[in-house]
T-cell receptor
Framework: DGGITQSPKYLFRKEGQNVTLSCEQN?????MYWYRQDPGQGLRLIYY???????QKGDIAEGYSVSREKKESFPLTVTSAQKNPTAFYLC?????????????FGPGTRLTVL | EDQVTQSPEALRLQEGESSSLNCSYT??????LFWYRQDPGKGPEFLFT???AGEEKEKERLKATLTKKESFLHITAPKPEDSATYLC???????????FGQGTTLQVKP
């Protein structure tokens, strides 16, 4: 089945540690996105990538880093510089050919800082 | 500034009681308006895309409509399994990004 996978589902981090969240898609989509979701708030864009080896900062990129070495993979690293990393993280992808197409989401990773 | 506002924040309905959710937007050049359903602890599930004013789309008990300033998600005779958070998002021109509203949490009681 085609889709987006995120791992792990739950992640616990000690203060001062960097952690990496995995996002893989087999939909052959060009564009990939990382969002953060906090209770009572909408999805906020962290980083996005429209082609391999290129990515742009979203609205809340501080304390996060990404890479896009392969079309199907877009890992997100939450660094120790992120002051309040506890949140639900969502990865999405979409095909970028012709017109505006919907984004499809993975199941999410819930990160908790201990 | 591009902005999306959803109302109400929360909605409680009895099973079979039809209602509508609102998504108001201000955006520089709308390229698409998207509706998603999100269950607790899960990723959003895509429902509809609307591209131009006057457009309507339906799926089971849900019907989405679009004007130049807002979109409505009409729920006809809802069932308890329709309980979820419904998210609206808009795609401004030439950015490759979506802007999301805060969502409406719907609870349908049997």
């Amino acid at each position: 089945d085609g889709g987006i996978t995120q791992s792990p589902k739950y992640l616990f981090r000690k203060e001062g540690q960097n952690v990496t969240l995995s996002c893989e898609q087999n939909l052959n989509h060009d564009a990939m996105y990382w969002y953060r979701q906090d209770p009572g708030q909408g999805l906020r864009l962290i980083y996005y990538s429209q082609i391999v080896n290129d990515f742009q900062k979203g609205d809340i990129a501080e304390g996060y880093s990404v890479s896009r070495e392969k079309k199907e993979s877009f890992p997100l690293t939450v660094t120790s510089a992120q002051k309040n990393p506890t949140a639900f993280y969502l990865c999405a992808s979409r095909t970028s050919g012709g017109g505006w197409n919907e984004q499809f989401f993975g199941p999410g990773t819930r990160l908790t800082v201990l | 500034e591009d902005q999306v506002t959803q109302s109400p924040e929360a909605l409680r309905l009895q099973e079979g009681e039809s209602s509508s959710l609102n998504c108001s937007y201000t955006v520089s050049g709308l390229r698409g308006l998207f509706w998603y359903r999100q269950d607790p602890g899960k990723g959003p599930e895509f429902l509809f895309t609307l591209y131009s004013a006057g457009e309507e789309k339906e799926k089971e008990r849900l019907k989405a409509t679009l004007t130049k300033k807002e979109s409505f998600l009409h729920i006809t005779a809802p069932k308890p399994e329709d309980s979820a958070t419904y998210l609206c998002a808009v795609g401004p021109s030439n950015t490759g990004k979506l802007i999301f509203g805060q969502g409406t949490t719907l609870q349908v009681k049997p």
